[in-house]
Structure formats: structure tokens, C-alpha cells
């Protein structure tokens, strides 16, 4: 069974206090599409193409280059397109909030970590916030299309939220102003469906 573009969920225009329709549109249906074909190709007729998404990312050291790179593709913007949403922002409740207080102080010191994570990424990647192997919280960054679940990555865990720092994730509004992006990206957040992957992650 190839992969295919999950739902969005919402409009493209539906995030604009954060990030612009046309941007949503290029990002979803042709970054993200691309990714998928180049994906499917990459695994059509390899032991991997009846594979589930997190089984070919837990053994992505032994798939070609172009599986790291557009399966990897696919899982983190399934992941992103998820956490976000026009009824988002504030910030979170219950254990999520508690955790995060307890791990990083408060929220606004968790969210600084993370826009740190995304500003100092040189080149392409994401910040991740991730459930780490033994339950803890931690906020990593990788490059390009990686992700903590990759038998290679340097820091390994369940990704919970994850923000994509690629120029083609902002650029038509924001231009080179990176940090613009990252703080008016918590403004669609959705803290239901991070709490959701926190839980199953715990
Ligand atoms: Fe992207």
C-alpha cells in the first residue's frame, strides 16, 4: 500500500495569523506530495514498500539515501500538519503543562528553548519536542528531513510537536526572518493534539 497525503483537516487559508494560504497550499500539495511520490518510488518493489512509516524510520540506516530523505519528509509533515490548527494557540493544560513547567521551569521558557532549537538550525531541519526513552521531555533539533525516531539520530524519542524551519515553511510571508515565524507559529498550536501524543508517547 503506497503512502499517500493525509488530510489536512482545514483549509489552507485557515492558519493566516501564522501562516499564509498560498504557503499552506505550495507546502502541502507540492512539497509534501513530492515527498510521498519520491517516497513510494524510492521503496516500490524493496522489502521496504509494504512497510508502516515508523518501521522504515527506526531502520533508516539501511535504506537508500532518497528514503531517508523523502520518507523522513513525509513522516515529519503528517506529524506537523497535525499539530496545528486555527483553533490553536494559549497554551497547554493538565499533565502536558505540568511536565513542561516541571522540565524547563515554565512554558515561555520551554517555547524559547524550542525557537532557539528552530533559529539556530543552520540550513534546513526542525525542532522537535520529544518524549525521550526513559519518559522525559526534551526540545532537539535535526537536519533536513531527520527525525528522533531515526535509528541514526543523535538524540532519539517520540516526537510530540515538531516545527518545520525549511525556507519553503515560511518564506513568501516571513522572507529570511526566521524568528518572525517561530513565534507566530504558537499562535496555531494545537495543544489537544500534542497532549494527545504526549499521553500515548508516556
Ligand atoms: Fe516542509
Not at 488530510?7 to 499552506?24: F, H, P, R
Not at 499533565?95 to 533559529?119: C, E, K, P, V, Y
Not at 515538531?162 to 499562535?187: F, S
Request: aromatic letters at 12%; glycine letters at 10%.
Amino acid at each position: 500500500m503506497a503512502f499517500q497525503l493525509p488530510e489536512l483537516g482545514y483549509d489552507y487559508g485557515a492558519l493566516d495569523k501564522s501562516i499564509d494560504a498560498q504557503t499552506m497550499e505550495i507546502h502541502y500539495s507540492k512539497h509534501h506530495g513530492a515527498y510521498v511520490t519520491n517516497c513510494n518510488n524510492a521503496i516500490a518493489g524493496t522489502e521496504w514498500d509494504d512497510k508502516p512509516i515508523e518501521e522504515i524510520m527506526a531502520n533508516i540506516s539501511k535504506v537508500p539515501p532518497a528514503v531517508r530523505n523523502n520518507g523522513g519528509g513525509h513522516f515529519n509533515h503528517s506529524l506537523f500538519w497535525s499539530i496545528l490548527s486555527p483553533n490553536g494557540g494559549g497554551e497547554p493544560t493538565g499533565a502536558l503543562a505540568d511536565d513542561i513547567a516541571g522540565t524547563f521551569g515554565s512554558f515561555s521558557a520551554f517555547r524559547d528553548q524550542m525557537n532557539t532549537a528552530g533559529a539556530t538550525r543552520f540550513g534546513s531541519g526542525w525542532a522537535w519536542l520529544i518524549v525521550g526513552p526513559e519518559g522525559k521531555l526534551a526540545v532537539c533539533s535535526t537536519p533536513n528531513q531527520d527525525n528522533p525516531t531515526m535509528d541514526i539520530a543523535e538524540i532519539k524519542g517520540t516526537p510530540i510537536l515538531g516545527i518545520d524551519v525549511w525556507e519553503h515553511a515560511y518564506y513568501l510571508r516571513y522572507q529570511n526572518r526566521r524568528p518572525d515565524y517561530l513565534k507566530a507559529i504558537w499562535d496555531v498550536m494545537s495543544w489537544d493534539e500534542v497532549a494527545t501524543r504526549y499521553a500515548a508517547a508516556k
